[in-house]
């Protein structure tokens, strides 16, 4: 019987094992300090923040990485002051302790003080909501290293430039209860005042709403900005960008030293910018337009960038207001392809009058985009010379805004030497059939698609005449 007493064997040896290691740890090793600690059930402190790194530890997740025997020499240090970690909500000072379970927590030195700061983590506070520890944590987070870094990247760029006041940055770590109504950096651009804050790794979009708010209600404008082009920015930073109207700011070691040197601040400035472009199939054998948006990055100088209390943004271009150029251009394309104005008619029929006029503003636009991009918009073929002799022959009362815009410095130019007489020609036939009345439509609606034009003084400049017309008529 080999069997039996094999298994026999066995099970003593494994029973004696067992008898010898339980002897050790009971005897000799009753703390193992190399296990890792546990986190007390529920700490009432749920964030600290080393005051001097301003590194914030979450709790719950960083007691569990450590080994007892660091925690246990942590803990007298934490009553020394030379090593302040404090709570990041209210600002006191916090001491590690254990439970009569060895399980770890944080608490505050002073119960007291927490209590008369309102801490949202004092014991026996109520229950927070997961968004507002969110909030709690995200301003922790805000006051790291890369953030200290960011504020002082904006201080320079500041006063770098003389039209803004003094800054003041913000330079001590600030809790979150006093924290969020303090702004980073603060400063006045001829005379109006802006704040800056610092935006690092997370945007919590309550937190962007709540200050939006509170700084549009105080008469001063917010920008957020970041310390570097985001890999993820899609995700990760899409509020700020979109409740921007696209424009997305960082300062960098780059961006601070440009502006020190030319001594005016310039913000890195990414946008989406949306703008017509032809249509890559052609229709009928005709290019219409199509919207599409265009990735721009570089360095702004403050003063080109339009600033909106009310929207509390700061951009280069208003989207609502591109959005709806670029619809209508896209709109008068297909209507002059089609020879179809009934929709754009519906759109304009009270600025235009007529449905001829409304057409003869559809080939205007479709002329000028010709012009503007360097291609036949809906036109057979690309020149100049073709495309205002096809609007002298079809639709004439548009035609001086055709000659204005050659003369702008976006259009492409007319390549011939006899155009100079043609185009004097051109203009004296204008000026005998024309009256300033039939041009006030079309200077409206040119005034809101290429607002970059003053159309009005472009056609005091292109006709004099008319204006001495004028002049005899109030006589
Ligand atoms: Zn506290």
Redesign the pocket.
Known sequence: MLWPSYRAGVGWKLKHLKFHNKMAIDTQLRFDPDALAQVAKDPC?KFVTHSINHQTIEVEKWIPTKKKGELYILRPKLRDRANPYV?T??G?PVLLKSNQHHHHFFS?LSEQA?NNLG?P??SGSKALTPEELDRIRYHGQREGVRHIRAKALIDRTLRADANFTEPIVDKVWKSFIEGWRKPDVRTTWLGDPIVFEVQISNTYPSVVAERTNFYRDNGTLLIWVFDKLPSEWRTLHADTFCANGQHLFVVDEESTSVSENSRKALLRTYRLKPEVVPTSNKIKGRLLLERQLTEMIGLVPFEEFQRNYEKQTLTLFNLEAEEKRIAQKVLCARSYANLDVNELHAQLGKITGTKDNTLAWAALVCAIESLRIGKPIVFKDFSPIQIVNAIHDHYQGVLVFVLIALSQTWSAKVNSSKWSKREQDFRRALLRNKTDEQFIPFIKLLSRLYPETDWEIELRKISPLSNSQEKAASH
């Open positions: 402190v709570c909500a209210c006191e505050h927490a801490c983590f004092r």
